[in-house]
């Protein structure tokens, strides 16, 4: 499976924007697919999650209210919609896939990390 993100880009606070994940290959194999990010001199943390069939999903409580996840089954797609934005919202911003839900449980694919910087 390989994943492709994209979205990431300048903001300013109080402003929006979309990430998007497109997942390619063995696609049938992903129970779940998400989020996490990584800000600089900080661990990498699990974001948002959703479960490939069905509505079930999971959000770190800072962004809960703020982003929301959703999916395109027929375009393979997951996509992070981040409204209200904050400066602590910085950070690149990793899709993941795995073959287990909750996906923080056990990530199995990642895909490269896109940049999202929210200027005060």
């Known amino acids: 499976v390989q994943l492709q993100a994209s979205g990431g880009g300048l903001v300013q606070t109080g402003g929006s924007l979309r990430l998007s994940c497109a997942a390619s290959?063995?696609?049938?194999?992903?129970?779940?697919m998400g989020w996490f990010r990584q800000a600089p001199g900080k661990e990498r943390e699990f974001v948002a999650d959703i479960r490939w069939s069905g509505a079930s999903t999971n959000y770190v409580d800072s962004v809960k209210g703020r982003f929301t996840i959703s999916r395109d089954n027929a375009e393979n797609t997951v996509y992070l919609e981040m409204n209200s934005l904050k400066p602590e919202d910085t950070a690149v911003y990793y899709c993941?896939?795995?073959?287990?839900?909750?996906?923080?449980?056990?990530?199995?694919?990642w895909g490269k990390g896109t940049q999202v910087t929210v200027s005060s």
């Open positions: 290959g063995r696609t049938f194999s992903i129970y779940g």
């Open positions: 993941a896939a795995s073959r287990v839900f909750p996906i923080s449980d056990s990530i199995d694919y």
